[in-house]
């Protein structure tokens, strides 16, 4: 149980002592340490309750709190704030104990839908986010106990495919697309071609849902041409995937594409029918109506009995739930402009009594704007991701052959002979660096957050940014390979379980105490699905960390003293990696 679980399960006996039970109390960090090591406001609230003032609640509250032996002191604060300090042992159990992130997901299982590109169309650095902002959030359930199944939603049908393959009929050349190494470029210029057409001559229009309603009908060529089209495309997602370090549990790794429910809509549509939901509009196509008209209504079928995103994500929810059981969270990490109809989605779920309310979770994300506005594949005006990543790497190589590379406060600037080790790191530690940086500057932002694309604060690798992260790693590894007793050994030998004669600076305890909150961050984060709370802590331990180095003498340094700071530096090493690692960054031993 993490010190914030203690304290909070003391605080809710006490204050059913006192005759509320209905209250889970807030515990804190206080911004500044002379306020404690944690804080609760929860006497100001059980104040007005019992219609006392809450600095005589808050002495009550003081006075009945026991049997917490990680406790060392608690004060009253005015209007009725309680600060606890925690015993430094306590602290260091916490910041060393191996494997004790709080199992909050034990026994239930989660889907995690992210990335979700579209066939035949670029994987954009639009795509990015909901690739790697999904992808940290599945680590985060799975390192907090959930049983997580890894889905990526394809877009490998709808009446885009239609345009597609009329396009590819009339203005494609198959083989040469075929030869191509990036065959989804030439696809998109055909999808962008037929958009250009179609505003001259709008009956491209039908002549388009002509040919996906071949599609849907098993039409074979439609099929094959649409085949061919999956086919090129998993070519450069594959290698995306790899790039990115980024995997799928389900379907063989490629997670379940929308055509995968393409023969099991109809059982979903008659459920709609049966159950009196399913109404026809104006214009024949079919609608589900909301209850007291709080939603509008949500199109299933059009007029032609063509399907929609809407059938498919029907069909898509009631196979989840039958293969992975009718308690099982569903989160779609997709754009927030589709905030709306998710909530249509959900309500309408509820209503066939599928899920309960809570069981169907959206974590929005905000777009990549250009400052003149949105991107758009139709256009044209997109910024592919191979061109990011390759862009990044560059920039990282070109910091390291300028062997300018330690840190002066949260600036790279040291310069070093010696960042590689091996030909292969040679190799790989741009790409590591380049990576770690373009995810970094994702994930430490709230994903509501637009983000108006900038090349340098996509590819920042100072301040607040991945490689400041990784390079704090790396230099506790430097400081302990750098110790007469070697990496291993300290490792083993671990902070000492008792430092009652050993007096610590500010800087180690403020290390110490940021260390020991690593479990209940991550908890936090789970919780929340906001990767952005550890990127937050993760710095916050890399500048606590970097100004201890400062201040703090570590190899020259008395042997208890010495040994006590190694020990204290690979701690924050272990735990710089793990959380690097829950956030898909590696973390490289030399920079």
């Not at 390291?400 to 070093?416: L, P």
Request: net charge negative; charged share 30%.
């Amino acid at each position: 149980m993490t010190i914030k679980h203690q304290l909070v399960t003391q605080l809710t006996e006490v204050l059913e002592q006192l005759g509320i039970s209905d209250s889970t109390p807030s515990v804190d960090y206080p911004t500044d340490p002379k306020h404690g090591d944690y804080a609760t406001n929860v006497a100001l609230i059980a104040a007005k309750k019992l219609g006392k003032h809450p600095m005589e609640v808050a002495e009550d509250l003081k006075s009945k709190i026991s049997d917490l032996k990680c406790i060392e002191k608690i004060e009253v604060a005015t209007p009725g704030f309680i600060n606890f300090w925690i015993t430094n042992n306590a602290l260091i159990e916490s910041a060393t104990v191996k494997n004790n992130l709080p199992d909050i997901g034990k026994g239930r299982e989660v889907v995690v839908e992210y990335s979700s590109p579209n066939i035949a169309k670029p994987f954009t650095v639009g795509h990015l986010r909901s690739t790697i902002i999904g992808d940290a959030i599945a680590s985060l359930l799975e390192a907090t106990g959930w049983k997580v199944h890894r889905d990526n939603h394809v877009g490998d049908w709808g009446t885009q495919f239609g345009k597609q393959i009329y396009a590819m009929k009339e203005w494609g050349n198959e083989k040469e697309i075929e030869k191509s190494e990036k065959p989804v470029k030439p696809l998109v210029d055909l999808y962008i071609k037929f958009h250009e057409e179609a505003e001259k001559d709008p009956s491209l229009e039908d002549k388009a849902r002509e040919w996906f309603k071949k599609l849907e009908d098993g039409d074979s060529e439609a099929r094959e041409l649409w085949q061919k089209c999956i086919d090129w495309s998993w070519k450069e997602f594959n290698a995306i995937y790899e790039t990115l370090g980024v995997r799928f549990t389900e379907n063989d790794g490629r997670g379940y594409g929308e055509s995968f429910f393409e023969n099991k809509m109809s059982p979903v549509i008659q459920e709609l029918k049966e159950k009196g939901l399913l109404k026809e509009g104006e214009n024949g196509a079919r609608l589900v109506f909301f209850p007291d008209e709080k939603l509008s209504p949500l199109m299933i079928l059009k007029k032609d009995g063509a399907t929609l995103y809407s059938t498919r994500d029907l069909a898509t929810d009631k196979f989840r739930l039958g293969q992975y059981g009718r308690d099982v969270l569903i989160i779609n990490e997709v754009g927030a402009e589709q905030s709306f109809y998710f909530r249509q989605l959900y309500q309408l779920e509820e209503m066939l009594g599928w899920v309960k309310e809570g069981q169907r979770v959206h974590v929005r994300h905000g777009l990549f704007r250009f400052k003149e506005g949105k991107m758009s594949t139709r256009k044209g005006n997109v910024i592919w991701l191979e061109d990011v990543l390759e862009n990044a790497e560059a920039k990282a190589f070109s910091i390291f052959s300028q062997k300018n590379i330690i840190t002066e406060g949260e600036k790279i600037v040291r310069k070093s002979d010696s960042y590689i080790t091996s030909d292969d790191e040679e190799i790989m530690l741009p790409e590591i660096v380049g990576i770690g940086a373009i995810k970094w500057n994702d994930l430490k932002r709230s994903p509501e957050q637009d983000i108006v694309f900038d090349w340098d604060e996509l590819l920042n690798m100072q301040g607040n940014s991945g490689p400041y992260i990784q390079y704090t790693y790396a230099r506790t590894r430097s400081v302990i390979a750098r110790s007469e007793e070697r990496a291993t050994k300290q490792s083993q030998k671990g902070l000492p379980r008792s430092l009652q004669s050993l007096a610590m600076t500010i800087e180690e305890r403020e290390l110490l105490r940021l260390l020991s909150r690593f479990p209940e961050i991550v908890e936090e984060a789970a919780v929340r699905y906001a990767p952005n709370v550890l990127c937050t802590y993760l710095f916050a331990i890399a500048q606590a960390f970097n100004l201890f180095y400062q201040k703090c003498p570590i190899l020259k340094a008395e042997e208890e003293v010495k040994d006590f700071r190694l020990a204290l530096t690979d701690a924050t090493g272990t735990i710089l990696k793990n959380g690097l690692n829950l956030l898909g960054i590696q973390a490289p031993e030399k920079m």
